[in-house]
């Protein structure tokens, strides 16, 4: 499969614009940095808090998100954020590089705004994207689709059969 960590050397981009060959780029949790010279029980602590924050189970209930106004918000850096609530990897076609509209009116859990934030990226209709074999921008649906337990792939609707035909989705999806 060709999927791509976002912090791996060369981007899953740069390897697009080269071959022209459908990939995803990988969501990933955020990386905290140790502080330099931190006295060694400090160090422990920071390595357990680091090791816990990306291995437990997680607690969707747990967060909770105030209104806020519908506005332009980045697909890549909120699924980033999803999956800090969740543990759930989204796997987002190198195509995408638009923003959608979302906002909510009441008070969310996680799971509730997680649902609600992929609820607006497979309602929206015009997320701009980048077609690397033309070398331009154009505008598409995107689906979301869920292809097991924990992992959620975004694929532009007009590159579908292309990631069909790749073997990055399964056939049998939407």
Request: charged share 25%; net charge positive.
């Amino acid at each position: 499969m060709a999927v791509v960590p976002s912090d791996s050397e060369i981007s899953p981009f740069d390897l697009s614009r080269a071959d022209g060959k459908p990939r995803f780029y990988a969501t990933t949790y955020s990386k905290m940095e140790m502080p330099r010279r931190l006295p060694l029980p400090q160090r422990l602590l920071w390595t357990w808090t680091e090791y816990q924050r990306r291995h437990r189970k997680r607690n969707p209930a747990a967060y909770s998100f105030p209104a806020s106004p519908v506005r332009l918000c980045s697909i890549h850096g909120l699924l980033n954020q999803c999956m800090e609530i969740t543990g759930t990897q989204y796997l987002i076609a190198v195509e995408v590089a638009g923003a959608v509209e979302f906002g909510n009116t009441n008070i969310l859990n996680g799971s509730q705004w997680v649902a609600a934030f992929e609820h607006a990226i497979g309602a929206s209709d015009s997320v701009i994207c980048y077609d690397f074999a033309k070398k331009r921008n154009f505008q598409d649906t995107v689906l979301v689709i869920r292809e097991g337990p924990g992992v959620v792939k975004i694929v532009p609707r007009t590159k579908l059969a292309e990631y069909r035909k790749a073997g990055l989705v399964k056939a049998d999806s939407r």
